[in-house]
């Protein structure tokens, strides 16, 4: 089973936010290996954090050194082998990690995309999920594999390509 926590704080737009992050994860999940997850026993728990550029500016600068405000950052909880990790619980309950979304960045993101800031939203959560599911894009290939996975599951909720104009997120 799939717990999404959502922590929304004001200065996000009017939305279900709830609903659209428990879509999102849920769809990256299913698009992983890790698609077993949401039927499995256990409670597999991610917390999506909607908040202020100027709190992703201050985490961004304290966990990887960037002075600025990002779109979205992820903090996995799990270090090491997902599988093992998950075997190995004793209470039933593993903690994948927590995804932060920074509100200025989004919007001013989706507004130059020229997509709603649900959409572009959406993709972030996705891609923050597959960050907390072990993958990455700091070399071509990683980025490749991580951006197939993300495209096959926004298709799934209908939405389009964020790659297909290759700009980096």
């Known amino acids: 089973m799939i717990d999404v926590a959502l922590l929304h704080e004001t200065g996000w737009p009017d939305a279900d936010w709830q609903s659209l992050a428990d879509r999102a994860v849920t769809a990256a999940i299913a698009h992983s290996p890790y698609a077993g997850?949401?039927?499995a026993p256990t409670h597999y728990e991610i917390a999506v954090?909607?908040?202020s550029d100027e709190?992703?500016?201050g985490l961004n600068r304290a966990y990887r050194d960037k002075d600025k405000p990002t779109n979205v950052l992820s903090f996995p909880m799990v270090q090491d082998d997902?599988?093992?990790?998950?075997?190995?619980?004793?209470?039933?309950e593993v903690l994948l990690g927590d995804i932060v979304l920074a509100e200025g960045v989004c919007v001013?993101?989706?507004?130059d995309k020229g997509i709603s800031i649900l959409d572009h939203a959406t993709h972030l959560i996705v891609h923050g999920t597959f960050h907390l599911l072990g993958y990455d894009h700091m070399d071509d290939a990683e980025a490749e594999a991580m951006e197939a996975l993300?495209?096959?599951?926004?298709?799934?909720l209908?939405?389009?390509?964020?790659y297909g104009d290759r700009n980096d997120i």
């Open 158 to 162: 209908g939405l389009a390509d964020p």
């Open 37 to 39: 997850f949401a039927a």
């Open 55 to 57: 709190e992703v500016h």
């Open 82 to 92: 997902l599988l093992q990790a998950t075997a190995n619980t004793d209470d039933g």
């Open 150 to 156: 993300e495209i096959a599951a926004l298709a799934s």
């Open 49 to 51: 954090k909607l908040t």
């Open 108 to 111: 001013q993101e989706a507004a």
